[in-house]
């Protein structure tokens, strides 16, 4: 079967940094993705990994291993508004995407 | 990215009743939309995939006479839940399949309808 594993929660500090782990298992892969979810809304796009290694994108990194078949999201000086769920998502051989849990990331002053 | 709307933002109903959801790309033309679920503290559970002319393709466990899918232009999807009841009660998303390469295919994802059955 298709599995993503994530951690259900995570705390850290304002202005810390923060590693978000990501292991899965599909048939097939297109691609990685990870999604930023404030509560009572809809996903919002943070990250595309198809190759192995690190994308940057400001405060926040993405890094793929397909051998491994693991993930992580990196946020770096975190604020309080990155007080969130971060959902990994993997595109599978028929292009559809198996989504992770979610782990809510909560932000301590 | 392609900019999709949902209307309406959350509706309650009584149980028996039927609830329609729209689903717009405002900027873009979508050939195919998902139709997504979600309950509280859980992932995202596609329903269905909505094909612009064709019937919608229902996700294995979701009764496609229940959940009434019609994707009539390329900017308008619709889901309407039939005979609801409380235990449809959910965080409704859709969201919209953009991109040109076949690898990278992105999501755009509309705001939700929180949908409350009584």
């Not at chain 1, 599978?92 to 979610?102: K, R, T």
Request: hydrophobic residues 35%.
């Amino acid at each position: 079967g298709q599995n993503i594993d994530q951690p259900t929660e995570m705390t850290a500090t304002e202005g810390a940094i923060v590693q978000i782990n990501c292991t899965y298992q599909t048939s097939g892969f297109n691609g990685l993705f990870w999604y930023q979810q404030h509560a009572g809304e809809a996903p919002t796009f943070l990250s595309y990994n198809v190759l192995d290694g690190l994308e940057e994108k400001g405060r926040f990194s993405s890094f793929l291993s397909r051998s491994k078949g693991y993930s992580y999201l990196l946020l770096k000086e975190l604020q309080m508004k990155d007080s969130a769920s971060y959902l990994c998502a993997v595109m599978d051989s028929n292009y559809q995407l198996i989504w992770g849990a979610g782990t809510k990331l909560i932000i301590k002053p | 990215g392609a900019v999709v709307s949902q209307h309406p933002s959350w509706v309650i109903c009584k149980s028996g009743t039927s609830v329609k959801i729209e689903c717009r790309s405002l900027d873009f033309q979508a050939t195919t939309m998902f139709w997504y679920r979600q309950f509280p503290k859980q992932s995202l559970m596609l329903m269905a995939t909505s094909n612009e002319g064709s019937k919608a393709t229902y996700e294995q466990g979701v009764e496609k006479d229940k959940f009434l899918i019609n994707h009539a232009s390329l900017t308008l999807s619709t889901l309407t839940v039939t005979s609801a009841h409380p235990e449809d009660s959910s965080f409704y998303i859709c969201s919209v399949l953009a991109g040109g390469s076949s690898s990278y295919n992105e999501q755009f994802f509309g705001p939700g309808t929180r949908l409350t059955v009584l």
